[in-house]
């Protein structure tokens, strides 16, 4: 419902978010590059809650120039162990 209220900065349509959004389910983390904010990347990966249903999300804003794709793989496994710790926590 609040699709159409989000301010990008290169706007795309509801079936291609959709399909980010189911791609992101599969393999486990999310990432745009410049397409809601020109020149920043996000990433960002789910934490479960006991029931495996996402309960929080772990994200990063990044520089695009300052970004390799080394960096980019270190960031998400940081994310992903970051990730992995909380939900340890959780069901302790």
Do not use: C
Request: net charge negative.
């Amino acid at each position: 419902r609040a699709f159409n209220r989000v301010k990008w900065e290169r706007p795309i349509d509801f079936e291609t978010w959709h399909a980010q959004v189911e791609k992101a389910r599969i393999e486990g983390y999310a990432e745009d590059w410049g397409g809601f904010v020109k020149g920043v990347s996000t990433m960002a990966v789910p934490v479960f809650s006991p029931d495996g249903s996402v309960s929080h999300t772990i994200g990063v804003f990044a520089i695009d120039a300052q970004l390799t794709a080394e960096n980019r793989i270190e960031i998400f496994r940081a994310l992903r162990q970051t990730a992995d710790d909380i939900q340890a926590r959780l069901i302790a």
